[in-house]
């Protein structure tokens, strides 16, 4: 996988292996505990506005020791700051050591505490939470979140699971989040991502050999990922060189959806993209695509004898077909043919009944495909897996009984392939919620897929362009825009 170790997005459980080789392997603890409360009161002497008193909540753990830190070296620098423990008499080790060295009060955290600050420093129990925040703690969270002030946690919101991003009761709504070492997946996943708010991340000391300690196979979507894998045209090449693909298209009332598809493959670089049509629809394809080839097919026999035309290789199917047997049996047909198959929208619907025989032809293809469902559509395919309890594992589990990559779409994009490595977006603005905006991104796999880039990569080199194009439109996009922007995107992408 030509992800580096920079992008690795680590488990609770993994992070904790990582500090434990750290330790064994010589790194001073109390060394690690000084980098990272330097690095929150950092963030909290850089925070916007002018601000003067800080409020630390500290916890019994190493995440309160950094706050402690943080206390001390805050005070230093001529900021009024006061501490509220949690569980102080719990301190033991570095953070026992943090401790004594923060020489200001502390009062208890209770219901009654003064939120009355410009910045609270939320240090109370970061990555490793594994239960719910309940009676009055969550009072004072909930109190927290209504205040004013500027919120920082520390490595990760209290409240939120690393593992999950899900909510453990009640969770430290944050306007900035400072980790270190490597992200954590719950700094992607929601609502984690929206509780983190800003992230930024710090090199304490950790040395990337202690990765060793772990298998991590989860990492940040990133162009580091895929640039290598992304083709580029050749001077010497052929339109054929680039791939033949061809989007099944429904009909006329439904036929947007295909038409964003075909010219999202166009421009992702497919050298020549077909739309297969019912035949009353074919003026309206043509009219409105004048570089999209179309062709009228109505029977099953049509469309698998355009499926074996000149050098065609891949097939978008789903984007406006229609939920049924027609559609389930011709995306059967470009399996066994081995051809690169994205599967989307009312062709994943398609199999709601009998998702084995989709698995079965996918294992006998063995080709290059993937599945773009979201969250209705991954759960008519895989019913007993849960992805809002546990996104990650969800689509790694299904990814992994498919036989092909899954790609769940959502502002937390996870992409798994089947063999357990994943890729987490969240490359990704809230303006993609928008009619269409799904069928560009499977045009997008598609094309890449066309060029013959491995489906994992194509797939996270989509989703990721998909978000880029709309961060340069910025608001009002809407899907057709995408399509426009991707040439900017790709140039910037080629940019020495």
Known sequence: MPWTSDHIILSAAEMLAVDQAAIEGGAPGRALMEAAGQAVADAALEAPGNHQTILILAGPGNNGGDGYVAARLLSEAGQQVRVAALGEAKLAGDARWARDGWQGDVTEIDPGLDLNADIIIDALFGTGLGRAIMGDLARVIKSVNESPAHRIAVDMPSGISGDTGAVLGVAFKAHQTVTFFRKKRGHFLLPGREYAGELTLHDIGIEDKYLRAVQAECFENHPDGWLDRLPHPDLSGHKYDRGHLVVAGGGM??????????????????????????????????????????????SLAEFDELLLGKKINTLVIGPGNGVGEETATRTLSALAKKMAVVIDADAISSFKNNPRQLFDALAASDANCV??????????????????????????????????????????????????????????????????????????????????????????????????????????????????????????????
Not at 255 to 275: E, K, Q
């Open 253 to 298: 009332e439904l036929s947007g959806a295909a038409r964003l598809a075909a010219r999202a493959a166009l421009r992702a670089g497919a050298g020549l993209v077909t739309t297969a049509v019912p035949r009353e629809s074919l003026p309206v394809y043509a009219r409105q695509q004048l570089a999209v080839m179309s062709k009228g097919v109505d």
């Open 371 to 496: 599945l773009t469902p979201h969250a209705g559509e991954f759960a008519r395919l895989w019913p007993d897996l849960d992805a809002r309890a546990d996104k990650l594992t969800a689509v790694r589990d299904a990814a992994a009984r498919a036989g092909a990559v899954v790609l769940l779409k959502g502002a937390d994009t996870v992409i798994a392939g089947p063999g357990g490595q994943t890729v987490l977006n969240a490359h990704a603005p809230a303006t993609l919620a928008t009619a269409g905006s799904g069928d560009v991104l499977a045009g997008l796999i598609g094309g890449l897929l066309a060029q013959r880039m491995p489906a994992l990569e194509a797939a996270a080199a989509a989703a990721w362009m998909h978000g880029e194009a709309a961060y340069l439109l910025g608001p009002g996009l809407i899907a057709d825009d995408l399509c426009e922007k991707i040439p900017d995107v790709l140039n910037a992408l080629s940019a020495p």
